[in-house]
């Protein structure tokens, strides 16, 4: 079994920037693809990124402005330029398919970290 922890969430104004960290344990961490989602209040949970083993993959919404990576254990997800409409919850997430971008495609979630973008 794949634990997974996200942190680095917190409070910042429209513009700014923050750091997700995503850390695996458990098993050998070794899924052909991790991601992340996110969920703002009522509404789906939606793809944002994801990493394979040779590509990237973006949600138009925040294609230029995101940056997905992977070292080891730790996925990270770099927010840049947020805005008020990237508020939600984010989840880590990995799955043992070459190609994910939607929920059923993942097997482990994390348990989400809150980010909250002030206008």
């Known amino acids: 079994q794949v634990q997974l922890v996200e942190s680095g969430g917190g409070l910042v104004q429209a513009g700014g920037s923050l750091r997700l960290s995503c850390a695996a344990s458990?098993?050998?961490?070794?899924?052909?693809?991790v991601g992340w989602f996110r969920q703002a209040p009522g509404q789906e949970r939606e793809f944002v990124a994801a990493?394979?083993?040779?590509s990237l993959y973006y949600a138009d919404s925040v294609k230029g402005r995101f940056t997905i990576s992977r070292d080891k254990n730790m996925v990270y997800l770099q927010l840049n330029s947020l805005k008020p409409e990237d508020t939600a919850v984010y989840y880590c997430a990995a799955s043992d398919r070459l190609v994910a971008r939607r929920e059923n495609d993942y097997n482990y979630w994390g348990q989400g970290t809150q980010v909250t973008v002030s206008s």
């Open positions: 990493k394979n083993l040779g």
């Open positions: 458990g098993r050998t961490f070794s899924p052909y693809t």
